[in-house]
């Protein structure tokens, strides 16, 4: 359900670096499998820790067995590995209108806010080095670390407790001009950790 996030990404790929690892499925977030007679079901961007394989599972699944933690585990793993050499991660997330996540989502001490953005139009990244810059270049920020957030198995808590440089340009769906204008201002932000 992230359609707008596919086209500014082959918008900006087309003039620069970087590779596409995309999640294909059935249109909607939530990936649902069978396990023997178990129907299961969970967030993909949360089962980059146990504890957030657990969570997820037994929020999304009608019922909840200890084997399909496994089957995550070995998922998370399978994706990780296509980011072993990456220097940096860029993750692309749209969202909707009043959904649930904006920038004013985010505590007040680890955000900027640019009046003049939609609150639902933002880049989180788990460095203050960046989170500077972008606030500098006034684009809504957070910064999002493992030690200002609990562990919830998201990407971004495992890139920043292993020390790799993390960052997500979420907009709002249908917001592809905006989206590109802040993968745009990423530029030579991500040009400083080489290619």
Known sequence: NESTVIEAAKDYLNQRNGRLLLLQQE?????????????????????????GRTVTLKQYSKSYIAAAEK?????????LSY???????????NNTE???????????KYRYVNPEMDADDFILTTEKNI??????????????????????????????KNKIP??????????KKEQLRMLNALTDIIAQYGN
């Open 131 to 160: 989170f500077d810059q972008l606030k500098a270049k006034k684009i809504n920020v957070v910064l999002e670390t493992a030690a200002n957030t609990p562990d919830d198995g998201s990407l971004s808590i495992y890139c920043s």
């Open 98 to 108: 009043g959904g649930s996540l904006s920038i004013k989502t985010f505590p007040e």
């Open 83 to 93: 980011l072993k050499d990456a220097k940096i991660v860029v993750a692309l997330h």
């Open 71 to 79: 089957i995550l585990a070995a998922f998370a793993e399978k994706l």
């Open 166 to 175: 993390y960052i997500n340009v979420e907009a709002q769906q249908g917001h």
């Open 27 to 51: 249109g909607k977030r939530i990936i649902h499998f069978r396990l023997k007679r178990f129907s299961l079901a969970f967030d993909p961007n949360r089962i980059f820790a146990e504890s």
